[in-house]
Each structure stands twice: as C-alpha cells, then as structure tokens.
C-alpha cells in the first residue's frame, strides 16, 4: 500500500515568506508527527496529532510555526515569516494511535527540505 | 525532557563483522524506536520495543528498562547496512532522538 507522502519534496523560498508543507499519512493511521532535521542535527518533535484530539505543539519552535489535520487524515505545516534558521528538512511520520495498544511504530514520509535565502 | 545519548557517533566495520550501537536515555519511557536513514534518503522503522529483544533477520534489538538503556545489533555486516541509525525514546506524545551512529561497512 502507500506509504506516507510529502509535498513538495523541495522548497526554496525567501526569507520573510510564508510556506506550506504537505503530509498525507497512510490511511487509517490515527496518529500524526512533523519534526525537523536541521543539517547535521538530531530530529527534533515540532507537533503530534491523535485522532480529533487536541494537537500537541509543544515542540513549534515559535508562533511563527502552526499545523493543522484536516478530516484526520491529510496535515499541512505552515512556517510564517520564514528566517534562514527555518532551513532543515521537515518529516512527517505517521502510525497507528490510541489509548490501547502499541507501541506503534512509525512509519516516516520522505520529507520537504526547505531552504530559505 | 529525555536526553538520549548513541554511541559510538561514528563505526567503520569490516565486512561481516558483529556490530553494537548503544542508546541510553536519561528518564523512563514507555517505547524506543531504532530508525535508519541512507544517505540522502528517508527514514526506516528497525524495531519499535518496550521490553525485552526482537529480531529481525541480522537486526537484533535489545532494551534494558531498568538500566535505560538499549542495543543495536548487526550481525555478518554487510556494506549495504552502511547509514545512519537513530535511537528514538517516546515520552509522552513525545519521541526524543539521539543524534545517530554513522556506520560505514568496508567490503
């Protein structure tokens, strides 16, 4: 089946825009995550999705970043303003949820590398 | 907040040889995941475990939940296991990731 899909896979864009990053998870994964890998960094957790529940954004690194799920399915991360330091590549995993259960493991889309100038 | 700390960063092997990648982690957790990455490519799920050792073909993964720690091993390393592995420790909603070991294998 497929896998989990990113959108688009590059991004140049200049610094003070904004950008849209795509994930489309694999169907009937209930639970969502977007990191980032910075260049020659560990992934760092940006924000976690469960089912209708509440999204947890404790990872945004500032206001500038926000995402939402749409229908539980298909996420968007948005980076408004974006400055040089937003440049990294952006993941998205996907997995099974839920209270019961698990754990779950992920399953990663190929990620958006985003470079702002 | 977990650290999660791999070792060694970087290990070059022969061909064949037996490999260990250590992960250890600073608080409890209720899962650990071992991820590979290729150069230049995405990220693969190894194994996701909560207690005790898994395998899958040369792969063979063991937690310590007590001491907080886990192990990565290789077995008859061949050049095509050449990537980055990732220990990854969920906390919470959470996963915090080690920085990764970079193993090359010399045919």
């Known amino acids: 089946g497929a896998g989990v899909s990113q959108s688009p896979s590059n991004k140049v864009t200049e610094k003070g825009k904004d950008v849209e990053l795509r994930c489309d998870p694999i169907s009937g994964h209930t639970a969502l995550y977007w990191y980032r890998q910075s260049l020659g960094q560990g992934l760092e957790f940006l924000i976690y999705f469960q089912g209708n529940s509440a999204p947890d954004k404790s990872g945004l690194p500032s206001d500038r970043f926000s995402a939402e799920r749409t229908g539980g399915s298909v996420s968007t991360l948005t980076i408004q303003r974006t400055q040089q330091e937003d440049s990294a590549v952006y993941l998205c995993?996907?997995?099974?949820?839920?209270?019961?259960?698990?754990?779950?493991?992920?399953?990663f889309g190929p990620g958006t590398r985003l470079t702002v100038t | 907040k977990n650290e999660v700390e791999q070792s060694p960063q970087n290990l070059t092997a022969q061909e064949g040889e037996f490999i260990t990648i250590n992960c250890s982690y600073s608080v409890g957790i209720s899962a650990l995941h071992w991820l590979q990455q290729h150069p230049g490519g995405g990220i693969v799920s190894l194994f996701m475990l909560s207690s005790g050792k898994k395998k899958h073909g040369r792969l063979i993964a063991t937690i310590n939940i007590q001491e907080k720690h886990s192990s990565l091993h290789i077995t008859a390393s061949h050049p095509r296991d050449s990537a980055v592995y990732i220990c990854?420790?969920?906390?919470?909603?959470?996963?915090?990731f080690g920085t990764g070991t970079s193993l090359t294998v010399i045919p």
């Open positions: 995993a996907s997995s099974l949820g839920g209270a019961r259960g698990g754990p779950y493991e992920q399953y």
């Open positions: 990854a420790v969920k906390y919470g909603n959470q996963f915090y």
